[in-house]
Each structure stands twice: as C-alpha cells, then as structure tokens.
C-alpha cells in the first residue's frame, strides 16, 4: 500500500519563504499541488482555502487557470462570471481528465472522502 500523503500546512513553504529564495513564480504551482492533495483527501475546508489562496496568487493573470484546474479536480463547478481560457479539447474533456486524476490517486491509496 502506497505511503499516505504528507501534510502540506506544515511543509509547504508559503509567502515570504517563497519570496526570499526568488521563487515567488512557484507559488501558483505549489498551490494547486496542495489543491490536488486536498481534494484526494476530501478535505473540503483545506480545499476551498488552497483555492482562495490559489486565487489570489494567480490575480495578475498569470497562470489564472491553475484556478480553473483546482476546480476541476474537486469536481466543483466553476465560480459565477468566471471567463474560462479555451480548453483544446473543451471544459468538458478538460474536467473530466483533471477530476480522473483525482478519483486514481484515491483508488491507489485506498481513500475516500
């Protein structure tokens, strides 16, 4: 049986870490890491504040659908008035591969929200 996931609050590091190694454009990516650790676990609270933080890091523009994806893994629709990017082979196909990833990591750890 595969290792559990380790915590992501106590390792991750955050903000100004991030800041003073001049890493601060791997924030957005770390994020939706810990986005994708949540949502295989359930852990619906962690989930929602990986991705407000999420948000926030991604304001500028810059990886903006790194949002889009959190939502996708966790299966939850889209907030309203969001203006998607143009997914090659649609949202559609885009959600369900995301949230496949999702439901193949908790079938290899034997998880279930």
Known sequence: ???ALPSTTASAPRGTELDSAGLTSTA???ELAAALHHAVLGDHDALTAAIARLRDLTQSGDHSYYT???HF????PLPSGHTPP???DGEPATRARWH???TARRDLLGTRP
């Open 100 to 102: 496949q990833l999702v």
């Open 28 to 30: 957005p990516t770390l």
């Open 68 to 70: 889009d994806i959190a």
């Open 1 to 3: 049986m595969p290792a």
């Open 86 to 88: 143009r997914w090659l």
């Open 73 to 76: 893994m966790a299966g939850l």
